[in-house]
Structures are given as C-alpha cells and as structure tokens.
C-alpha cells in the first residue's frame, strides 16, 4: 500500500506569510493528489485536487504544485481563518489514504 | 444542492452492533462514490473504505477490512457503516463523504459526522 507523509507536522506563522506543506507519497501516484482543510471542530473541506487544481470558491491565495512522489500546498499569503490542519490524500490507488496533517497557526 | 445528512449521536456498550446511515441528496446517488472517514478524538483523518453505489464496488482500508461493513440502499439513497462487535477503540467521528465526480476517488461533499463512543 501507498503511504503518505507529511511536513512538518505543525508550524507557526504570521499573517501575511508563505506557508509550504510538503506530502510525499512512497511510490508515484501521478497526479492523484487531494489537500483538505479542517478547521478546528469543522468538517473537512477539499481545497485542490490532480494535484494543483483549485477546488471552486477556495481562495486563490491557497495553490497546489508536484507529480509522482512529492507536492507541496502553498498559502501565499496567510490569513487568520487559514488556522486549521491541512491533509493530503493519495487517491492513485486503494487504499486512498491521507497523510497524517500539518497544524497550521497563527504566531 | 448537493447534501448528506448522517444519523446521530450513538452511545453504545462494548460488543454491542451499530449501523449509522448517510443520506445523500440532491444528486444521482448511484452514480457517486460514497465513503467513510474515521475521526478519533484529537487525531487525524484516516480512510477506512469506499463504495459505488450503482454497482456496489466497494474497496476498503485494511486497516478497517473485517472490522466494518459499508453498504448502501440505492432506493433511500442512503449509504451505511455497520460494525457487528464494537470496541471501546471505535470511539470516534465518522464522516460520510461523496466523490467530487462520478470518477475520482477524493471527496467534494461530507455529512456533518456521526459521533460514536463505545462505553462500558
């Protein structure tokens, strides 16, 4: 089976910062890559999915890049309502697991 | 609009079974994957398993294999997880979610969870 892991596992930014999360995927799975935001006690919300195409009504502040084996999630500029963990999800082949989260909030 | 509303809140002995439901509406619900995601308190999302409606394909986590049933009753447009025997461990969240597009994998539309705690 396909394992996910992600980096860092929590961070701490200012607004306005860039913020990069790194997925990386133990074999290629093309482009078969989901990011959810869940934002404290919220339901999860799908932001991007083949990797880099924004999911309609997600902020275009928030982009997704990669193929194969590593992606990144970028938020260009970050805002306080983007406090929330963020996952990433294999959906190339079952078991479509997600990565383990990355905490994001606001120093 | 595209909806799933999940059953509610259950409190369940160890051993004892359970079924809680996602109905889906607004859309086709045999032509969508539907799925479920296991949320236990504090931690993060894991994938347990996932189903076509339409045809009954499912595919599941093997973590999860065995342990639960996933099913779906296309005339109530409602899908299903069952557990024969829960564990105190089963304590969880539990989201229905529906695929973006009838293909893909990845989940456009959740239910609002379904909270599960198994308790002695």
């Known amino acids: 089976d396909i394992q996910m892991t992600q980096s860092p596992s929590s961070l701490s930014a200012s607004v306005g910062d860039r913020v990069t999360i790194t997925c990386r995927a133990s074999?290629?799975?093309?482009?078969?890559l989901a990011w959810y935001q869940q934002k404290p006690g919220k339901v999860p919300k799908l932001l991007i999915h083949?990797?880099?195409t924004l999911q309609s009504g997600v902020p275009s502040r928030f982009s997704g890049s990669g193929s194969g084996t590593d992606f990144t999630l970028t938020i260009s500029s970050l805002q306080p309502e983007d406090v929330a963990t963020y996952y990433c999800q294999n959906y190339n082949s079952a078991p479509f697991i997600f990565g383990p989260g990355t905490k994001v909030d606001i120093k | 609009e595209v909806q799933l509303v999940q059953s509610g809140a259950e409190v369940k002995k160890p051993g004892e079974s359970l079924k809680i439901s996602c109905k889906g509406s607004?859309?086709?619900?045999?032509?969508?994957?539907i799925g479920w995601v296991r949320q236990m308190p504090g931690k993060g999302l894991e994938w347990m398993g996932i189903m076509y409606p339409g045809d009954s394909d499912s595919r599941y986590s093997p973590s999860f294999q065995g342990q639960v049933t996933i099913s779906a009753d296309k005339s109530i447009s409602t899908a299903y997880l069952q557990w024969s025997s829960l564990k105190a461990s089963d304590t969880a969240m539990y989201y229905c979610?529906?695929?973006?597009?009838?293909?893909?994998?990845?989940?456009?539309?959740w239910g609002q969870g379904t909270l599960v705690t198994v308790s002695s």
């Open positions: 607004g859309y086709i619900f045999s032509s969508y994957w």
């Open positions: 083949a990797a880099s």
């Open positions: 074999q290629d799975i093309s482009n078969y």
């Open positions: 979610a529906r695929s973006l597009y009838s293909s893909g994998w990845y989940f456009g539309y």
